[in-house]
């Protein structure tokens, strides 16, 4: 949301557009701090008792910071925010890997289409209610939907408090290890693959305005386009899951395939279009159906400590995104092929780390 507002902010609170940057610093650090802590919490307490609490000071933080007089004053609320998101997308995800084998994949898959339509929908939110309003609307209008959905789980709340349980009920309490076998190969690839891929998306549309001079517009609905693509491989990963019998390999397989179409988009300069954007939409669909697949696996490697789990690869994905954002930023001036080396070296890194164990591990889709 905050991408095409950032001036319009500097603007209110009198500092550069640059600086306004440090809003996404703000909320993403904390977040990955918190995340991990809130994810173990809800192993032991309920995933209810951490999301709704969590999303009731999103919600206050979120209003706080439409209400803001200062950019320091800003910069504390979108710390507040960021902390109490880290209970929030990762529980969510960990509810759903609750729902065990049957159900977890169609459940995180849905889990994240929501946050795929998050992502399509934010940047024209933001921009339009800042354009007929203020930024101040966007963000208030974020922070009213929070308290919203926080009372719509107050009920669930209170209903798992008197049968004196919580989502995941076939666990007492948090007990052995939480790097299990497979554990740290997946949290890897999620900051490798994952977020190296996405790093590598943040400039697709300077590389096509480069090569093809398109026009902001254009370049907007290309980025809604692959949006809309990306949202259909969430909803097929469940069909994929049961061809490929395992999140593990079916990551594997997206990871080459969108390794490729990076190798297209960011290589051939002599290319038209048309082979560049049919790279495009398998680098979406097959991301789509991916990135589900490999939460799916992350939630069925350990019953006992899957909150913990993932909120870990949440907060490694985010990391990993921030990491390989920065690094192809700075190789793209040098030559847009760096763009497409450090893709293939970060993706290499991931698909070696979710190779299968040499003492004959198995996938743990039935663990759950």
Same mark, same amino acid.
């Given at each position: ?222 980025? *809604?386009?692959?949006?809309? %693509?990306?949202? &259909?491989?969430?909803? @097929?990963? !469940?069909?994929?899951? +049961?061809?490929? /019998?395992? $999140? ?73 995104? *921030?990491?390989?954002?920065? %690094?192809?930023? &700075?190789?793209?001036? @040098?030559? !847009?092929?760096?763009? +497409?080396?450090? /893709?293939? $070296? ?23």
């Amino acid at each position: 949301m905050l991408g095409p507002i950032l001036t319009p902010i500097g603007a209110d609170l009198s500092v550069p557009p640059e600086r306004i940057a440090l809003f996404i610093t703000a909320y993403s650090l904390p977040l990955a701090f918190m995340a991990p802590i809130l994810g173990g919490i809800s192993d032991r307490y309920g995933r209810l008792a951490v999301l709704v609490p969590a999303t009731l000071v999103f919600g206050l933080a979120s209003l706080a910071t439409s209400l803001v007089p200062s950019f320091d004053i800003g910069i504390a609320t979108r710390i507040l925010t960021g902390a109490a998101s880290g209970g929030m997308l990762g529980i969510a995800m960990a509810m759903a890997g609750d729902l065990g084998e049957r159900g977890a994949a169609k459940a995180i898959a849905f889990v994240t289409s929501g946050l795929t339509l998050g992502i399509i929908l934010s940047p024209g939110i933001g921009a339009v209610s800042t354009e007929f309003w203020s930024w101040r609307f966007a963000f208030g209008a974020i922070g009213g939907l929070a308290l919203i959905v926080m009372l719509l789980g107050l009920p669930s709340l209170r209903a798992a408090r008197r049968a004196n349980s919580q989502p995941n009920m076939d666990i007492a309490e948090p007990a052995g290890p939480l790097f299990v076998p497979g554990a740290l190969g997946s949290l890897i690839a999620m900051a490798a693959g994952l977020g190296g891929a996405i790093g590598c998306f943040a400039l697709v549309g300077e590389r096509l305005r480069s090569l093809y001079d398109w026009d902001t517009a254009t370049v907007g609905m290309i980025y *809604a386009a692959f949006g809309i %693509l990306t949202l &259909a491989g969430n909803f @097929a990963m !469940p069909i994929a899951l +049961a061809r490929i /019998g395992s $999140g593990r390999a079916l990551m594997r397989v997206a990871l080459l395939f969108v390794m490729a179409a990076i190798a297209v988009t960011y290589v051939f300069d002599a290319l038209g279009p048309i082979p560049i954007l049919l790279a495009l939409a398998i680098w979406a669909v097959l991301g789509g159906i991916g990135a589900p697949g490999l939460q799916t696996h992350i939630a069925q490697l350990s019953p006992c400590r899957r909150g913990a789990l993932m909120a870990l690869a949440g907060s490694a994905m985010n990391l990993g995104v *921030a990491g390989a954002s920065a %690094l192809v930023a &700075a190789v793209y001036p @040098a030559s !847009p092929p760096w763009v +497409a080396a450090v /893709g293939a $070296g970060l993706i290499a890194i991931a698909i070696v780390a979710l190779r299968p164990s040499h003492n004959g591990e198995t996938e743990v889709a039935s663990s759950g």
